[in-house]
């Protein structure tokens, strides 16, 4: 089974109109963290914003925030007020584990998103 | 304060050869990793420092592949034998072993086998 899917490969949207791009994982794990990372066509890998598994409140980070339902195991991106250079790919990422043995990103397939004009 | 960087941004090779790629990380992250990314996929990871250690490696990293750090700051990833399944973009990140220990990653190196 995939630890990370995303299940939109692509979507276009209006500019300034909100944005959710889904993401839904798997670890049975108590311990993880969930990241969102923006990869332009320039190909930089660009963080975004991070929930972890025991944070109480959804993360913020300007215009992104994050929905995250622990019950569901989904970890949404919400983009507001969605801008032209919001265009690029939206990988959504988990890291399993905490702390001493640091473990790498599991990516999922990603969501190419275009905003409109 | 400066981003990840890595050299070169872009390398063609012929099928056999040997490419040697370097990763500087963000100047306080003790933590590095490499990454392999195709295209329309999400990346990949390979291997992951602490310092100068080599603590994980996946099992994507065939014999072919060796990462180094030797001083626990910069580090370099050689494929030795490049095969054309090897063409691939290489991203390096680094984090530092604080709080979310968020992985900021450098530009790539995009490989291309002929």
């Known amino acids: 089974a995939q630890k990370i899917t995303q299940t939109q490969p692509g979507m276009f949207v209006q500019e300034k109109e909100a944005v959710t791009l889904d993401c839904t994982y798997d670890?049975?794990?108590?311990?993880?963290?969930l990241f969102w990372y923006k990869q332009p066509s320039s190909g930089e890998m660009i963080f975004l914003i991070y929930?972890?598994?025991?944070d109480q409140q959804n993360a913020t980070e300007g215009r992104y925030s994050l929905n995250f339902q622990k019950a569901r195991k989904s970890a949404n991106l919400v983009i507001s007020a969605s801008q032209l250079g919001d265009s690029a790919m939206y990988f959504c990422a988990m890291r399993e584990g905490w702390g001493g043995g640091a473990d790498g990103l599991t990516f999922g397939k990603g969501t190419h998103l275009i905003i409109q004009p | 304060d400066t981003g990840v960087s890595q050299d070169p941004r872009h390398k063609i090779t012929k099928r056999g050869q040997n490419v040697t790629f370097r990763c500087d990380p963000i100047?306080?992250?003790?933590?590095l990793y490499w990454y392999r990314q195709t295209l329309g996929q999400g990346p990949e990871f390979l291997t992951y420092f602490q310092n100068e250690a080599q603590l994980e490696k996946s099992r994507l990293l065939s014999d072919r592949f060796s990462a180094e750090r030797p001083k626990g700051s910069f580090s370099t990833l050689e494929i030795q034998r490049t095969e054309q399944g090897d063409s691939a973009m290489y991203l390096c990140?680094?984090?530092?072993?604080?709080?979310?220990?968020?992985?900021?990653f450098g530009p790539g190196t995009r490989l291309t086998v002929l």
């Open positions: 929930q972890g598994s025991y």
């Open positions: 100047s306080e992250h003790n933590r």
């Open positions: 990140a680094s984090s530092q072993e604080t709080g979310a220990d968020t992985q900021y």
């Open positions: 670890t049975s794990d108590p311990s993880y963290g």
